[in-house]
């Protein structure tokens, strides 16, 4: 391929199809990872941003990204990553709340974290099931490090919550 | 000592704060009291990995020598860490691991809330994103010590213990040393003395909801930060650093 002809926009719309490997209906853009695509000295360079810091998704989607690029034949990248500005639920975009929500996973509710976490008040989640507000927190921690575990007291369901970060 | 010097230590303190706390409450995998809190404490031992890592990474960054995060870890021995000695402690029961964790976590939030702002970027950027995940940490802990100390008469003597068993580690904390003292001027790292006043308003609060009492005794362990450690680390690291040494080449 000629290199010349790779725009940004172009290997934003390849990177569409790499999704959170724990979340698969989740983009590395909806989920707010993917930084920057920018040319440095002909060099294509991904800056993505990790959304905890232990996220051992991390390592699968800088080998998602690479793999992804290299079928459509771009070779000459490579992989930032940055912490700053620090990853948090804001980053996600509405889509990405929208999918999560039909995939069963109840989206984050508040802009940021609660700035009184030390001694904070729990939210109201919506059941992604039944759609219910009849819910209560089962423990701050879920099957992922960015999720809490929720039940439903109408339909029964435990569910995850994608936590405010 | 010149700044590159302290920058260095200061690094390894925090990443091996991170790294051994994270590592003691991973032994804690497959064998918490229910489902929820195993997996509960084990987020948190990754968030503390995780944190430890990108310490790691930029004390090699600082040192120029290219060690990485896994050379810091796998390759030094006890009385090269610079952890606080309260983070090397056992677990104990499930009281004692949540008060520990409780007092480090405190400190820990305000120590990261401070650095945030350091005028070095790379300090301020690992600060900024672990303080996101401390402030669930320090929730969590605060709470099981409430539950636990304002709970049944057996709980709350058994926090009772862990607040008197682990008090004399507390100190060592809020001890400026030359690193602290430099990086303090340098308006790179935090005002002890400013953490050690927040510290002790939050864990006041919480201990009197909790109906316990604060231990009258003055007298603190130290050490930790200068690599003088307890003999439980020795025992951490044997564990922690068998494989790379039998397998010096091992990859994943």
């Not at chain 1, 920057?36 to 002909?42: L, M, P, S, T």
């Not at chain 2, 007298?219 to 010096?248: D, S």
């Amino acid at each position: 391929m000629n290199h010349n002809m790779v725009t940004a926009e172009q290997i934003r719309e390849w990177l569409a199809e790499v999704t959170d490997p724990e979340i698969p209906v989740l983009t590395l853009e909806d989920l707010g990872v993917l930084r920057n695509i920018q040319e440095v000295n002909g060099t294509w360079v991904i800056t993505i941003t990790p959304t905890y810091s232990g996220c051992p998704a991390m390592k699968t989607m800088e080998e998602d990204i690479s793999v992804t690029l290299k079928k459509h034949g771009l070779d000459n990248f490579k992989i930032e990553t940055i912490l700053k500005p620090s990853w948090t639920t804001d980053w996600m975009s509405e889509a990405g709340k929208k999918k999560l929500f039909e995939y069963g996973i109840a989206p984050p509710v508040k802009p940021t974290a609660n700035k009184k976490v030390l001694m904070g008040i729990s939210e109201t989640i919506i059941c992604p099931r039944c759609k219910s507000s009849n819910t209560r927190m089962l423990s701050q921690f879920g099957s992922t490090a960015c999720k809490a575990l929720y039940v439903c007291d109408d339909c029964k369901e435990p569910f995850d919550y994608f936590k405010c970060l | 000592m010149n700044i590159q010097e302290a920058l260095l230590e200061y690094c390894l303190r925090l990443g091996d704060n991170s790294l051994i706390i994270g590592h003691r409450m991973s032994e804690w995998c497959g064998h918490g009291p229910i489902l929820e809190q195993d997996i509960a404490l084990i987020n948190i031992a990754l968030d503390h990995i995780g944190q430890a890592r990108n310490w790691l990474t930029l004390a090699g960054e600082i040192e120029g020598k290219g060690r990485t995060e896994d050379d810091f870890a796998y390759k030094r021995d006890a009385h090269q860490f610079r952890n606080l000695l309260i983070t090397e402690q056992p677990n104990g029961n499930w009281g004692d691991t949540l008060m520990r964790g409780f007092l480090f976590d405190t400190f820990n939030f305000y120590l990261h809330q401070i650095l945030q702002h350091s005028k070095h970027e790379g300090i301020a950027a690992i600060a900024e994103k672990s303080l996101k995940e401390i402030n669930y940490h320090v929730k969590y802990s605060s709470e099981w010590v409430i539950r636990l100390g304002d709970g049944t008469e057996v709980s709350h003597q058994k926090m009772q213990d862990a607040l008197d068993n682990l008090w004399m580690f507390t100190g060592e904390m809020f001890e400026a040393d030359e690193v602290d003292q430099l990086l303090l001027e340098e308006s790179i790292g935090a005002d002890l003395q400013q953490i050690k006043e927040a510290w002790n308003d939050h864990v006041r609060e919480v201990i009197d909801e909790a109906t316990l009492k604060i231990p009258e005794s003055n007298w603190f362990q130290k050490g930790g930060k200068q690599g003088r450690h307890t003999e439980y680390l020795g025992y951490i690291l044997a564990e922690m650093q068998f494989l790379p040494r039998a397998y010096p080449d091992a990859v994943w």
